[in-house]
C-alpha cells in the first residue's frame, strides 16, 4: 500500500513534470509573432520577384489613347513625330501637334506571379 | 483500498492519454511555419490588388521639370513637339529641342492600399 | 490510507485543473490565423516602404534601344526630336522617324528594400 502511495506519488510528479516545459512556452503570443516576422521577411522578397511592372502599348487613330481601368499611364507617343502630350482623366493620352493621325498610351500595371 | 489505487491509476493514465495527444503537436515551430506559409500565399496577392502604380504629371516652364522625392520619373514631355529628352539625377526631364516653352515629367510610386 | 487517498484524488483534479486551460486554447489554429492577419496587415504597408519602381536610361546609336531582361519599357525617347515611337517584343524601343541618330529606352523594375 505504501509503495504504491509512493509510485502513484511519483507519477503524479512526472506528469508535473512534463507539464512544466510545454508552460513555460508562453508568452505563447510573442513567441508566435516572432516567427511570424522572421518567415515574413523571408517569404516577401521571394514572392516579390514573382510581382512585375507588366507594361503594354494601345494605339488609336486621332489624337487620343486610353489605357483601360485598373491600369497607369506611363508615357504616350504620338504620329507625326511630335513628342508634346499630355494625359487627362489619368488614363488618356492627348497628342498636341497639329496634324496626329495615331497617339498611343504606355499602360502598365502590376502583376503578381503565382 | 484496492479498487481506489485501480481508479487512480485509471484517471492517471488517463491524464497521459490527455497529455499525449498535445504532445504530439509538437514540433510546433514546423506546424506554425507550415500555417504561416500557407496564409501568407493567400494574404499577399490580396493585399498586393490594393498596391497599385500611381503616376501623374509635373508641368514646369522651360526645358526642365522635376519629380517630387520618392517618385520615379518613367517619361518626359515637351513643349514645341520635341520627342528628344533625357532624365538628370534620377528625378529630372530635360528637353533638348532649341526652343522649349514648357516640359513635363510623368512621376510614379507604388502606392500601398489600405 | 484514506487521508492519502483523498490527497491524491485532490492532486489529480489540480492536474485536470491545469490542464483546462490550455486545452481551451483550441482551436489553436484560428487563434494563429488571426495572428498571422493582424501581423501581416502591419508587416505588409512597413515592407512596401522599402519597394519602390526603379527606373533608368539605356541608350543606343541608331533608331532601337533594348531594356535588360527583367525590366519594362515605360517610354522611348528618340533624337531629332522625334516624339514617334513604338515597342518591339515588350523590350525594344524603335523610333518612327525619318533619320534618328539615338534612341533611349526608359527601362523599369520593382526592387524590394532590405
Given at each position: 500500500?505504501?509503495?504504491?502511495?509512493?509510485?502513484?506519488?511519483?507519477?503524479?510528479?512526472?506528469?508535473?513534470g512534463l507539464l512544466g516545459p510545454s508552460m513555460s512556452l508562453c508568452p505563447m503570443d510573442e513567441a508566435i509573432s516572432k516567427k511570424i516576422n522572421q518567415d515574413f521577411s523571408s517569404l516577401l522578397p521571394a514572392a516579390m520577384k514573382n510581382t512585375v511592372l507588366h507594361c503594354w502599348s494601345v494605339s488609336s487613330r486621332g489624337r487620343l489613347a486610353s489605357c483601360p481601368e485598373g491600369t497607369t499611364v506611363t508615357s504616350c507617343s504620338c504620329g507625326s513625330g511630335c513628342?508634346?502630350?499630355?494625359?487627362?482623366?489619368?488614363?488618356?493620352?492627348?497628342?498636341?501637334c497639329g496634324s496626329i493621325d495615331w497617339t498611343a498610351a504606355r499602360c502598365c500595371t502590376l502583376?503578381?506571379?503565382s
Open positions: 500500500m505504501k509503495n504504491l502511495s509512493f509510485l502513484l506519488l511519483f507519477l503524479f510528479f512526472l506528469v508535473l513628342g508634346s502630350w499630355d494625359v487627362r482623366e489619368d488614363t488618356m493620352c492627348h497628342c498636341q502583376r503578381v506571379g
